[in-house]
């Protein structure tokens, strides 16, 4: 038995419990492998795509949104949700810049993708670095979408990090793997 199968749930049953835009709540009924019983409650979203986006100088494309789940602005990068169709999600990816910021990439490459939080969701963040990053468009946002865009120096974003300002998660963990394995992550 390996140790998948030796860890792994078996799902009895499973439902939406609620649904809203952007993702759903859904409920399993689950046997442990130790044979006990029990439920597990966990948000479903679509993958999403997050850039790290750099100017031809070498700034950060940045948005501030704000986010009503913690009550403040948050200061990040943009991301969004893959939506059915993207089978490249390179393209995704320029997609949800331009939407975002009214910015165009001149190129976009893979950084990283992680499970940001596989212990409550089933999100999976495909990361990616944009070089040549220049505005032409206005944005193209949601309905719910009101966000700022501006640039900055990518030392002042690394500080930011290291200070505690920048608590972005997606954010964080594109500039951690940049800094880690920059342009051969």
Not at 74 to 93: C, F, I, K, Q
Not at 123 to 128: C, E, I, M
């Amino acid at each position: 038995m390996t140790d998948d199968e030796e860890l792994a749930w078996t799902v009895e049953s499973s439902h939406v419990a609620y649904e809203c835009p952007g993702f759903d709540i859904v409920h399993d009924e689950v046997t442990l492998p130790d044979g006990s019983r029990t439920d597990y409650d966990y948000v479903d979203e679509p993958p999403a795509v997050v850039v790290l986006p750099f100017t031809p100088n070498g700034d950060v494309v940045v948005i501030d949104e704000w986010r009503q789940a913690v009550g403040r602005v948050n200061h990040g990068l943009p991301a969004g949700s893959v939506e059915p169709g993207d089978d490249d999600l390179a393209l995704a990816a320029r997609r949800e810049l331009r939407e975002e910021t009214g910015f165009e990439a001149g190129s976009v490459e893979p950084l990283t993708t992680v499970e940001p939080a596989n212990g409550i969701g089933n999100s999976v963040h495909h990361h990616f670095v944009a070089r040549d990053c220049e505005p032409s468009a206005d944005q193209d946002l949601d309905h719910d979408e009101h966000i700022l865009v501006d640039t900055r120096p990518y030392d002042e974003l690394l500080a930011a990090a290291r200070d505690g300002d920048l608590r972005d998660g997606r954010a964080v963990t594109a500039l951690c793997f940049h800094e880690l394995f920059g342009d051969s992550a």
